[in-house]
């Protein structure tokens, strides 16, 4: 229970670690033309670290400080801007950094994932860091955390209904809204032996019957990034759950496409 308990908080405290973490992705990028590496710690660091991510979760579960001044000084929308809001966690945090072009060629792109989070943390943020923002469309990537047990156990349709909330939210606001496909997972490197796949394949399966009801664009993430096993393929990812450069670049090109769709829909 101990050693379960500290993975999640240390995987938990990675935000705080991503402020340093992009300048040095960004410097491998620049200078070396390498794909960016995820960090390593000593013990006596992780611990210190468990320490003070114990602090944020108990004083700001949902991480609302982590994009309040960005949030502040981020320009009104200018007259015919398209607006679009990613929220989700570290698969949406990260791909600013693997794939710093995508944001910076698309400048009215707004990242505002956190790493480790889950539903229920997203949906209480969604109005600080979606609705505030006054996006015209908001990219809703959400719910493998939720299965990884990182916030505690739930069940599939508890997760599936804080992303219909996020979704209801967005519409009532005018905002309009693409859901993507939880992203294929054979084993979670934190959180084994929960057997992921086959729970997000179920999961996926209810976001897509909910955006067609509700005509919403669905982005399938799942299929052309999973192997024989249903979880991530090799060539796309470091650690099984997570996109490399190559992995982006997939996710690239199918969001870019439900983007210029829903522009032309009305939800």
Not at 18 to 43: D, H, R, Y
Not at 199 to 208: D, G, Q, R, V
Not at 232 to 247: I, M, Q, R
């Given at each position: 229970?101990?050693?379960?308990?500290?993975?999640?908080?240390?995987?938990?405290?990675?935000?705080?670690?991503?402020?340093?973490?992009?300048?040095?992705?960004?410097?491998?990028?620049?200078?070396?033309?390498?794909?960016?590496?995820?960090?390593?710690?000593?013990?006596?660091?992780?611990?210190?670290?468990?320490?003070?991510?114990?602090?944020?979760?108990?004083k700001?579960?949902?991480?609302?400080?982590?994009?309040?001044?960005?949030?502040?000084?981020?320009?009104?929308?200018?007259?015919g801007?398209?607006?679009?809001?990613?929220?989700?966690?570290?698969?949406?945090?990260?791909?600013?950094?693997?794939?710093?072009?995508?944001?910076?060629?698309?400048?009215?792109?707004?990242?505002?994932?956190?790493?480790?989070?889950?539903?229920?943390?997203?949906?209480?943020?969604?109005?600080?860091?979606?609705?505030?923002?006054n996006?015209?469309?908001?990219?809703?990537?959400?719910?493998?955390?939720?299965?990884?047990?990182?916030?505690?156990?739930?069940?599939?349709?508890?997760?599936?209904?804080?992303?219909?909330?996020?979704?209801?939210?967005?519409?009532?606001?005018?905002?309009?809204?693409?859901?993507?496909?939880?992203l294929?997972?054979?084993e979670?490197?934190?959180?084994?032996?929960?057997?992921?796949?086959?729970?997000?394949?179920?999961?996926?399966?209810?976001?897509?019957?909910?955006?067609?009801?509700?005509?919403?664009?669905?982005?399938?993430?799942?299929?052309?990034?999973?192997?024989?096993?249903?979880?991530?393929?090799?060539?796309?990812?470091?650690?099984?759950?997570?996109?490399?450069?190559?992995?982006?670049?997939?996710?690239?090109?199918?969001?870019?496409?439900?983007?210029?769709?829903?522009?032309?829909?009305?939800?």
């Open positions: 229970m101990k050693n379960k308990k500290n993975r999640l908080l240390a995987f938990a405290l990675l935000p705080m670690l991503l402020g340093n973490m992009g300048i040095c992705l960004g410097q491998q990028k620049k200078s070396a033309k390498e794909e960016p590496k995820f960090p390593t710690f000593t013990p006596a660091q992780l611990d210190s670290l468990r320490k003070v991510a114990e602090v944020r979760l108990h700001d579960w949902a991480y609302f400080e982590k994009y309040l001044v960005e949030n502040a000084n981020l320009p009104p929308v200018s007259q801007e398209k607006r679009v809001v990613f929220m989700g966690n570290s698969i949406t945090e990260f791909w600013k950094f693997w794939d710093s072009d995508f944001f910076t060629e698309n400048k009215s792109f707004i990242d505002r994932g956190i790493s480790g989070q889950t539903t229920p943390q997203m949906l209480i943020r969604f109005r600080s860091d979606v609705i505030n923002l996006p015209s469309i908001v990219v809703i990537l959400a719910g493998t955390n939720d299965i990884a047990g990182n916030t505690g156990p739930t069940t599939l349709e508890n997760i599936y209904g804080n992303i219909v909330s996020m979704s209801e939210l967005a519409k009532a606001n005018h905002i309009k809204v693409i859901l993507c496909s939880i294929p997972v054979y979670y490197p934190w959180s084994p032996g929960l057997e992921p796949a086959g729970k997000i394949m179920k999961l996926n399966a209810m976001l897509l019957s909910y955006a067609k009801k509700n005509s919403i664009v669905y982005v399938d993430f799942h299929t052309p990034m999973a192997d024989g096993r249903n979880g991530l393929k090799a060539e796309y990812t470091p650690d099984g759950v997570h996109p490399n450069l190559a992995g982006y670049k997939v996710m690239d090109e199918l969001v870019k496409k439900a983007i210029t769709k829903t522009l032309k829909t009305k939800q």
